[in-house]
C-alpha cells in the first residue's frame, strides 16, 4: 500500500498516491520555480516512501512523540490521526490527557458565553460557571449560597441529589466567626482543623466556606457514591460526563431555561 512518509498518510492505489504528491499542498512549499519538477523516489518494500531531494530537514515535530514533519500541515494530520484524544484540530493545541482537552471543548472558547444568569443577566460558558457565580452572592440579585442550598432540599423532597444531614435547630442562622482568641502566639488558628493563617480575616473567610460543613450533594448514579458540598461541583461533575448520569450538552440545554430547571431534570434523571 502506498505510504507517504512526510504526511503519515496511506493510499488505496499509487495513483492515488501520485496525484497526492502533485497537487498536496504539503509538498508545495518546497517546489521552487528555478528548480525543475523533482521525481519522486520510490522504493518498494511492501509501501512506498517518497523522498525529496531539495527537501530540508524536518523543522516541525510533534507535539505528543518524537516524530518530525517537513509542513505544520503534516504534522497537524500526524496529531488529528495518532493523538485526537487529546489533541483539539480547530485550535491546533495539544493537552495533556483526554479530561484536559474535555475541559477546553467545553470552555468559552468553543461554547462561547450562552447561559445568561436569570437574575442580573451576566452570560457564561457553562452551567456551572452560572451556579458558582450565584454560590459566591456576587450577584446583584443577593442570592448566596445558603439560599440556593434551602432552595434545593425543598425541591428534592426524595433525595436524589441530596443526603439527609444531620442539622440542629436554627443552625441556618447561626454565623460562625473567630476571634483574636484565636492567636496561638504565630496565627490565627481554626478551632475545627487546626489549620493556622496569618491574618484573622483569613481564618474567617476559611470558616464561612463549605471546609466544616456536611456534602449536603451526591450524585444520583448508584455505582458513583461521590459526595460534593457545593451545588457548582456537582453540576461540574455531570459536565465531565465521568459517570454517564447527564451529556454536557443536556446540562446546558436545561441551564438556559433556568437553574430550576436545571435541577429538576438532574432530579428526575
Request: some cysteine; aromatic content about 10%.
Amino acid at each position: 500500500m502506498p505510504y507517504c512518509n512526510p504526511c503519515d498518510r496511506f493510499f488505496s492505489t499509487l495513483n492515488g498516491y501520485q496525484n497526492h504528491l502533485d497537487n498536496s499542498f504539503a509538498h508545495m512549499p518546497y517546489r521552487y520555480k528555478s528548480d525543475p519538477e523533482p521525481e519522486p523516489r520510490v522504493v518498494y518494500t511492501g509501501i512506498v516512501y517518497a523522498q525529496y531531494g531539495n527537501d530540508p530537514e524536518p523543522e516541525f515535530p510533534c507535539f505528543a512523540c518524537t516524530r518530525d514533519f517537513w509542513t505544520s500541515s503534516a504534522r497537524h494530520m500526524h496529531c488529528v490521526n495518532s493523538h485526537g484524544e487529546r489533541y483539539c484540530a480547530p485550535c491546533e493545541r495539544m493537552f495533556n490527557d483526554a479530561n484536559c482537552l474535555l475541559q477546553h471543548q467545553h470552555s468559552r472558547v468553543h461554547v462561547g458565553t450562552t447561559i445568561q444568569c436569570p437574575f442580573c443577566k451576566n452570560s457564561f460558558a457553562t452551567a456551572s460557571g452560572v451556579t458558582i457565580h450565584l454560590e459566591s452572592g456576587t450577584c446583584s440579585s443577593g442570592i448566596n449560597r445558603a439560599q440556593i442550598d434551602r432552595t434545593i432540599q425543598q425541591l428534592d423532597r426524595g433525595h436524589v441529589i441530596t443526603n439527609r444531614l444531620l442539622t440542629m435547630p436554627d443552625y441556618e442562622d447561626t454565623e460562625t466567626f473567630a476571634t483574636e482568641a484565636s492567636w496561638n502566639g504565630s496565627g490565627y488558628q481554626c478551632y475545627l482543623c487546626r489549620k493556622v493563617f496569618g491574618r484573622l480575616s483569613s481564618l474567617n473567610m476559611h470558616l464561612k466556606s463549605p471546609a466544616h460543613e456536611q456534602a449536603l450533594y451526591r450524585c444520583p448514579q448508584p455505582s458513583c457514591h461521590r459526595n460534593y458540598k457545593l451545588l457548582s461541583s456537582l453540576v461540574q461533575h455531570f459536565e465531565s460526563e465521568s459517570c454517564g448520569v447527564m451529556r454536557f450538552n443536556v446540562v446546558q440545554q436545561n441551564a438556559r431555561d433556568g437553574i430550576q430547571n436545571m435541577v429538576g431534570r438532574m432530579i428526575s434523571g
